[in-house]
């Protein structure tokens, strides 16, 4: 009797890893994404099996236009979706280089980011930004407003914001803030330089894992994951309230995307760390795209949008915030920042690209 019990046991686990190392059938992925509207953490769910599991089925614009509609438009479930169709097609250009490829590369791009980081120039630059909320976990997105603000950048590392408009209303008196925080609700700056400096520079002591392949805009890339500790990392993360504001100081962890020909960052995911139990905020979330824009006769490569969400505790309810923003017109220091007329029109469902 107990040799029969044991080998049951040992059969059940042995099937359990089977269906955890077999692709997801389409069947499967679908139950999944009709659960989540019962139950909204499964969407991370979903998105952990599509990394680690993979699909065993052809994706086709109908499952594209189920997940999107399911799901919410999530990002980061369509593009785990994405990924695993990509491996599925070509397992073998998918596979990750040999830990030496892979720390070779890792060390290029701490290189070049930093260099990159002590050589920018000033310039200035538009950010239209689309702010929007949510009770927490539903993905399911209200307009709040839409900001136009112009951004001057110093080599030193300062970063002045001048708010232009609001919903359309242009500020007749813009004066240079250090953030944008004056127009209430949830703000973020360091976009440029100070989140990839943090995770790149040898005091942060950051440890990377490479974990994945990618192509990001045409180009070959290898994930990495990562974990700088609070103490290392430093965060400051402000939760600003009618009559006072608080701060504390947070670890990172994340997912960085590496271009495997430049060895230069084409994307970073970021979530805050070992945040108090008694703070506010509970989650601070920011994935920032980069791309390549022209300065002065010379390339840089730059934040072309980024997407900043934070979840606080408001009375018994969770609520998550949502800022959209598109970062257009890089321009030298001094040029005037103009508002045109695709910087008015509000952006009804604020996706990225």
């Known amino acids: 009797m107990r040799l029969t019990a044991l080998f049951l046991a040992v059969m059940m686990m042995a099937a359990a890893a089977f269906a955890q190392e077999t692709p997801l059938t389409q069947a499967e992925f679908v139950k999944m994404l009709y659960s989540i509207q019962k139950t909204p953490a499964v969407r991370q769910e979903i998105v952990d099996a599509l990394r680690k599991r993979g699909i065993g089925f052809v994706l086709t614009d109908g499952i594209r236009g189920l997940t999107a509609s399911k799901a919410g438009n999530d990002e980061d479930l369509k593009r785990a979706l994405e990924e695993a169709d990509r491996r599925r097609a070509n397992p073998q250009g998918a596979q990750l280089p040999s830990k030496a490829e892979a720390a070779a590369l890792l060390e290029n791009a701490r290189k070049n980011t930093l260099i990159a980081a002590s050589e920018m120039p000033d310039f200035v630059v538009k950010q239209q930004i689309q702010r929007s909320w949510a009770f927490a976990g539903t993905n399911n997105f209200k307009n709040l407003d839409r900001l136009v603000v112009a951004v001057s950048y110093r080599s030193t590392g300062e970063e002045d914001y001048r708010v232009l408009s609001t919903n359309g209303i242009l500020n007749n008196d813009p004066k240079p803030k250090s953030s944008y925080s004056e127009t209430g609700g949830t703000s973020s700056t360091g976009e440029f330089v100070t989140m990839l400096v943090t995770v790149f520079k040898a005091d942060s002591e950051t440890k990377f894992d490479a974990v994945d392949t990618d192509v990001i805009r045409g180009r070959k890339a290898i994930a990495y994951d990562f974990v700088t500790s609070k103490d290392r990392a430093q965060q400051v993360i402000t939760s600003a309230g009618r009559v006072t504001s608080d701060s504390t100081i947070s670890g990172i962890k994340g997912r960085v995307w590496i271009d495997r020909e430049l060895a230069r960052v084409l994307r970073i995911d970021s979530e805050a760390t070992e945040i108090p139990d008694t703070f506010p905020i509970r989650s601070a979330k920011r994935s920032i795209d980069y791309d390549w824009f022209t300065i002065a006769d010379d390339k840089y490569l730059l934040p072309s949008i980024s997407d900043v969400r934070l979840t606080s ?41």
Not at 316 to 328: A, D, G, P
Not at 345 to 351: K, S, W, Y
């Open 313 to 353: 505790r408001q009375d018994s309810q969770l609520i998550e915030t949502r800022n959209v923003i598109r970062f257009k017109d890089y321009q030298k220091y001094g040029t005037d920042v103009v508002i045109k007329d695709d910087d008015e029109t509000p952006d009804a469902n604020p996706q990225k690209p």
